[in-house]
Each structure stands twice: as structure tokens, then as C-alpha cells.
């Protein structure tokens, strides 16, 4: 039997939320049905929130576009 095959992009919006942004990619990462990309998008932070994207971005580049 062939298994279905997803592709699920996951889409996560922050604005001033840095301190929940790790914990968001990597739940994101470790579903059971890993996602084909990870986008956040950032609306017009005065926060931490790029330094954050960018580190783990630099761990898991494939998966992490920044908007």
C-alpha cells in the first residue's frame, strides 16, 4: 500500500513575539509529518524577533524563510 504523501508548509506570523519564536519553528520542525518549509512572517518587529530567526535559521536553512 502506497502512504500518502503531504506537503504542508507551516506559515508563522510574530510581531514583538522573539520569546515564543523558537519554541514555534521547533514545534513546527518536529510534527510527525515533517513540513516542506517554515515561513515567518514578520510584521514590522522592535524586537529581537530577526536575531532569533536568523540563528535558527543558520541551524535549519532549508526549512526557515523569513517574509
Known sequence: MNA???N???IIPTYN???FLR???ESALSQSVPPIGVYVV???Y???TPQL???KSKLITENITKI
Open 53 to 55: 530567526n536568523q540563528k
Open 4 to 6: 500518502l504523501r503531504l
Open 23 to 25: 519554541e514555534a519553528i
Open 42 to 44: 514578520d510584521d514590522a
Open 8 to 10: 504542508i508548509a507551516v
Open 17 to 19: 513575539r522573539a520569546c
Open 46 to 48: 522592535t524586537d529581537d
